[in-house]
């Protein structure tokens, strides 16, 4: 892209003083910000314009999960199903680390944080371990496909080759990376953070399908005979990963998509939860859950919004192409956005000063047709960590690790 190209560009949208320096940057630092100007989606932030507008909920009404019970009386029917599929190829896993876990206040990819308290456990190393449960179970190789961003991808490539890919076999590991989006000020004017470098975060975990369909990966997935794409998150290290019995019962219950849930710990419990919107399938994030929905109750008496996500998703991958053309909803999220001062000097803030924009996987589920939330125990499949200590932290985690005889 030209000066002149660029100049046009971020006058549109009010974006100019991204060029406030441009007469000081030697000419290799000229390109990098015209190449970067060139690739940023600048729309986007004309969106923070009408936030209170965006992401209007449909009707919402309950959607019944399938629960332990009946999971536990069709075990071995469902992991029959589930095996045969993972024995062919069938599926593969999507580890959704881009994110940037700022919570947990580590520079480093959340997956190189080491939970081990007499020994080395990586979060990478966890979920392979997980992973090569169900390996060695079905005596076959899973696909591995990894989501990194443009902030982490170097440090998580290289983590994975030094560590010998935790024993796993690394013809099926590809790494892949998400697109970026600009960080604002609270008038959507975009953040600095550099004089040649405007303020930038990973997109979501949204855009992971089309981000796999960039790299090319798809074709992969094709040419692998890849039908399902288990999608999961970094943060969860107990995270069950092509679990049998799961992808079993969302093949025989002839889902466009299962979702893992867990039963919430109490009706505020900051999770988002399976309901229907306008007769589809969908997510309330905890904080759209009025109190009238929280406390509502099923035919059985039973609070009717009671399985929460816990970002373990089955997709059959052949319906995802048609919904990654149509635009997800935008989340606009208050972020601490390290960024140039008006002296032009780098600074880390100690309080939120802006937004970041991102989809999110979760708004894929609306999309479908049909979703199987599908129950699991919760203290056996869920110790996010969030934090760095309290709620969903290293602390909780190492505690459920041991709970499930995990030494660490
Ligand atoms: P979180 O919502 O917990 O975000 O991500 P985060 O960036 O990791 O952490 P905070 O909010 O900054 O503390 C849930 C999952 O989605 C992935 C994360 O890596 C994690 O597995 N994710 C999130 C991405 O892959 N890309 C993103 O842009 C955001």
New binding site residues.
Partial sequence: MTYQEAYEKLEKYGQLHVLKYYEELTAEEKDELLAQIEDMDLALVEACKHKSELNKKGKITPLSAMQLKEIEARKEEFTAVGMDAIKAGKVGAVL?????????GSDAP?GVYNIGLTKDVFIFQRLIENLMDVVRAADTWIHLFV?T?DKNHEATTSFFKEKNYFGYNPEYVTFFM?DMAPATDYDGKVYMEAKNKISSS????GGWFSSMMKWGIVDKIHEAGIEWLNVF???NVLQRIADPCFVGATIVTESEVGAKVVRKNAPDEKVGVMCLEDGRPSIVEYYELTEELMNAKDENGDPAYNFGVI?NYLFKESVLEDIVAKKLPLHIVEKKIPCLNEAGEFIKPEEPNGYKY?QLVLDMIHELNSCLPYEVVRNHEFAPI?NKTGVDSVESAQALCKENGIVL
Avoid: I, W
């Fill in positions: 959704l680390a881009g994110g940037m876990g700022t919570r947990l959340k989501m961003s998400q990973p997109n979501g975990n998150a970094v943060d970002l991102e969030k």
